[in-house]
């Protein structure tokens, strides 16, 4: 007698896989970029990372004690939503701001919709644009890496950081465009190398290229993500920086500029491939991609804002429901028909 088969709903996974597997993928992808801000900005960076991660998984707990369910803790899923908002911090954010982002992260962005698997938005994102709405200051204040001022790693008695503040790439990118000056502040300013390997100021997790594109890489190696949704995100935010870029020149940046500045790349492969959040079918991904990407541009050369990957992220979570209707795989044998 054949035993009792459940079938589910699509997708059906082929292959051994699981919630734990995927999350400790994603952790394991991200190390490049933690040591990346251990190296930069060295003690203050880590701390802020860890805070988060301690409260993300302190609420999640939590969560699910007020609510009676299991603990969850042991899908790493916390933890990842833990490192990926701490490495979208600047390393100057206070201790007791970062904690309140954690929380809201778990508790808001993912606990109040049940849970993983149920939330709407990327749960580091929505911490991420709490923070940035209500400490507009604390969010934008950029700190010199450790490796140009000895006084990064200093923590103070009161959580404030002792170092020099300096403007992000983007910020200057942005000055170019209101004030018309040019793109030279790229060549003089920032160097290729510096560019590269992360020696700028930024958030902590997006401003080695090196690292981010090691971490990308492990991910399309073990297939734990696929290559649409990161190719669709850089495609389209290189076109449309080059047309922008081919139209002035004087008051627009190289789009190699925008590609290796900011979180563009932190976001295609770690943030905007979340797979609760993102499309399931191939043209959806592509869509999905094409909308961050785009909206990305937008902001960075029409908005005041000078980065915008967390809204683009947050704006095609929103509309991803609708992507997937409009996305629907052709069963095998094609559309049926109404008789």
Not at 113 to 141: D, E, K, V, Y
């Amino acid at each position: 007698m054949p035993q009792d088969i459940t079938v589910t709903f699509a997708p059906h996974i082929r292959r051994p896989l699981s919630t734990r597997r995927i999350m400790l993928d994603v952790i394991i992808s991200l190390v490049p970029a933690l040591i990346a801000a251990g190296i930069f900005f060295r003690i203050r960076g880590l701390a802020v990372i860890a805070v988060c991660i301690a409260w993300c998984a302190a609420t999640e707990w939590l969560c699910n004690l007020a609510r009676k369910k299991p603990n969850s803790l042991g899908d790493f899923s916390a933890v990842v939503t833990g490192i990926i908002l701490g490495l979208s911090l600047s390393p100057a954010l206070p201790l007791w701001a970062a904690a309140i982002g954690a929380v809201f992260a778990i508790g808001i962005g993912k606990m109040v919709f049940g849970g993983l698997g149920a939330n709407i938005f990327n749960p580091a994102m929505a911490g991420r644009l709490f923070l940035t709405a209500s400490f507009g200051i604390l969010m934008t204040t950029w700190t010199v890496p450790a490796t140009l001022d000895g006084t990064m790693p200093t923590v103070s008695p009161t959580n404030a950081i002792d170092a020099r503040t300096q403007a992000t790439p983007l910020a200057w990118s942005k000055t170019a465009i209101k004030d018309r000056t040019g793109a030279w502040i790229y060549d003089e300013r920032l160097p290729l190398r510096q560019s590269l390997l992360g020696e700028k100021a930024g958030c902590l997790g997006e401003t080695s290229v090196v690292a981010l594109l090691v971490g990308g890489a492990y991910l399309l190696i073990r297939r734990t993500i696929r290559i649409h949704i990161p190719l669709a995100i850089l495609v389209s935010a290189f076109l449309f920086a080059s047309i922008a870029y081919l139209l002035n020149s004087e008051a627009y940046v190289q789009p190699f500029y925008h590609l290796t500045s900011g979180a563009l790349l932190f976001g295609a492969f770690f943030i905007a491939t979340d797979p609760v959040t993102a499309p399931i079918t191939v043209r959806g991904q592509w869509i999905f991609g094409i909308i961050i990407g785009v909206f990305t541009m937008l902001v960075r050369i029409v908005g005041e804002y000078p980065e915008g990957v967390m809204y683009a992220v947050f704006l095609a979570n929103g509309v991803r429901p609708l992507i997937d209707r409009f996305a629907k795989p052709v069963p095998v044998g094609g559309v049926p028909h109404v008789v």
